[in-house]
């Protein structure tokens, strides 16, 4: 029973590490496309004649 206590523990510490990580790397890259320059819209072909 307290085999399966402890296990559960670490389990739950474990998520809470990955969640963190996860989190971290998601802010890191809203900073990184926002440091990026806006993209540059493309411009429309024009359709060939029928």
Do not use: G
């Not at 523990?9 to 989190?23: Q, S």
């Not at 890191?28 to 060939?48: F, M, N, V």
């Amino acid at each position: 029973m307290a085999d399966a206590e402890r296990q559960a523990i670490d389990v739950r510490k474990n998520m809470a590490r990955l969640r963190e990580l996860r989190e971290a790397r998601a802010a890191a890259d809203a900073t990184h496309q926002a440091s990026l320059p806006a993209p540059i819209p493309t411009k429309r072909k024009k359709k060939p004649p029928q």
